[in-house]
């Protein structure tokens, strides 16, 4: 396997440096991690359902004209990605009281919001991911205003497109977290999305029973992780021949 030298490791990725300039690799691990990685394991497989789960969404959204980093998938648990500037924002996107959202507002599990919510967070494990407006991400300049409104443009017709298409696949999207970075090709600078759409960010559930087929059932042991993961590449039509396999990770230079 070809030695590669590792960039950056974060809870379920690692990125490694890719074969051209500006480019990197995207390796997605088995390991699952929740309440800011206070709880953590291994889920056999998981890594090569995202990424394929993954490279279908992003390849998808790119179909109606939302700029992202992904270039291809290269084989069962590695794409190649374009190197970004990661803007340190996560923007999650709510459709129906789900989460945190629940807590704080006592909204019950389940109602369908009046309309699409979009909340930012600051992007800081060590102080949990806190809630933040667009004065934060302006005054401290995480990203400008113009970058801001094509932050919330892109996240609300990426929303739209999804919503639909889980629903013709029977699954509610009920809220999700992106990721935007800035892509820099000569002397032009813009906004793409980043990381990854899977349900380790997404919550799905399945439209007749409401069941959770997400990161959920591994927050709220559950259980069946994998098999869920599983249906929602089965529905989607991608899901690996013979199942989900396991690879190595690359070899790392020291």
Same mark, same amino acid.
């Given at each position: 396997m070809a030695r590669r030298r590792r960039v950056y490791e974060g809870k379920a990725k690692v990125l490694y440096e890719g074969p051209e300039p500006g480019t990197l690799v995207q390796y997605f691990k088995d390991d699952a991690t929740a309440f800011n990685n206070k709880k953590s394991a291994t889920i056999v497989g998981k890594g090569v359902l995202n990424n394929r789960i993954s490279e279908y969404l992003m390849a998808r959204i790119a179909e109606i004209g939302i700029p992202t980093h992904f270039v291809r998938r290269l084989n069962m648990r590695e794409q190649l990605i374009k190197e970004v500037e990661i803007i340190p924002v996560e923007? $999650? $996107?709510? !459709? $129906?009281?789900?989460?945190?959202?629940?807590?704080?507002l006592g909204i019950p599990e389940g109602t369908a919001l009046p309309r699409s919510i979009v909340e930012f967070c600051y992007k800081s494990d060590e102080l949990g991911d806190p809630l933040i407006t667009e004065e934060h991400i302006t005054a401290f300049g995480w990203a400008t205003p113009q970058e801001i409104d094509d932050i919330m443009a892109m996240s609300l017709r990426i929303n739209d497109f999804l919503i639909g298409l889980f629903l013709g696949i029977g699954i509610k999207l009920v809220d999700f977290k992106l990721e935007f970075g800035r892509l820099y090709e !000569?002397?032009?600078?813009r906004v793409v999305l980043a990381d990854e759409i899977s349900p380790d960010n997404c919550r799905l559930w399945d439209t007749k029973t409401n069941e959770k087929m997400d990161k959920d059932r591994f927050r709220r042991d559950l259980g069946g992780v994998a098999e869920a993961y599983q249906e929602v590449a089965r529905r989607l039509g991608i899901m690996p021949e013979g199942g989900p396999r396991d690879i190595q990770a690359p070899t790392l230079m020291q």
């Open positions: 923007v $999650i $996107i709510r !459709n $129906i009281s789900a989460g945190s959202l629940a807590t704080r !000569n002397e032009m600078v």
